[in-house]
């Protein structure tokens, strides 16, 4: 039976990326998939070209959640999981002497707020469902200490964190809530990172090649799904052994 038929699924940041793919990934699993983003034309591009239902969010401002998530579950008549994967992604470059405040506050309201404020907007649908499932899409870059993206690894260290105290609020709910750390992976948003930051993941991993979204997929359909009914808490890095931990 296909994982996770029937699943009700909601992605933020699904416009490109790594959020597209999960998206793709868990439709071809047999989930019925709603795709949020501040892109709106491409998030509707996106949608209609793999058959999901778009939302649009600004991840940023807490009515836009609250409207985005009534909206995905209006769509697609409650909601079963939640992908945690809208982020701002291209905050690094600078040293932290350099690094201003307005990136970081941003940084942290998108990245951080935003995890926390798209799980509570769905949290009465996720307990409705009786098998509810959160994926916070975190970083390897929080687990070795990545220089020049202090905002950015401060905010997947984060993200890691409250994905434990999450797991112990809504395990009572039925609710797991997991991460996945992924490592340099190649993606549009993934193309202003030096070269020689691309070489040293390939070089240091166990595995040496670039890394993929198609990669991260597995991991993700796999929390969403019955098989990881009773994991929680946890954190899995999918970076081919980049870092273990
Ligand atoms: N690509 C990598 O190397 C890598 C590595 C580790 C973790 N990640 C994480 O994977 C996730 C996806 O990243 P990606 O690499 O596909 O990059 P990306 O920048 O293409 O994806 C992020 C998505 O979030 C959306 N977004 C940004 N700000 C938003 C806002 N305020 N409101 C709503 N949507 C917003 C973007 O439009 C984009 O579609 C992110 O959480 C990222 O931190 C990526």
Known sequence: MPMLRDRRILITGGARGLGRAFAEAAIAAGARVAIADILEDAGRATAEAIGAVFAPVDLAVPESIEACVAAA????????????????????????????????DRVMA?????????TRAALPALRASGRGR????????????????????AS???VIAMTRSLARELGSDGITVNAVAPGLTLVEATEYVPADRH????????????????DVCGA????????AGFVTG????????FVMH
Request: aromatic residues 6%; negative net charge; without cysteine.
């Open 73 to 104: 579950d209006a769509a697609l008549g409650g909601l079963d999981g939640l992908v945690n994967n809208g982020a701002i992604t291209n905050s690094g470059g600078k040293g932290m002497a350099d690094l201003d405040p307005q990136t970081w």
């Open 199 to 214: 070489r040293l993941y390939v070089e240091g991993r166990a595995i040496n090649r670039t890394q993929v979204p198609d």
């Open 134 to 153: 959160v994926v916070n899409i975190a970083s390897d870059t929080a687990l070795w200490g990545a220089p020049r993206l202090l905002a950015y690894v």
């Open 220 to 227: 993700v359909t796999y929390l969403l799904s019955d098989a």
């Open 110 to 118: 998108v990245n951080v707020r935003g995890t926390w404020l798209a």
């Open 156 to 158: 997947k260290g984060a």
């Open 234 to 241: 946890q954190l899995l890095a999918v970076n081919g052994g």
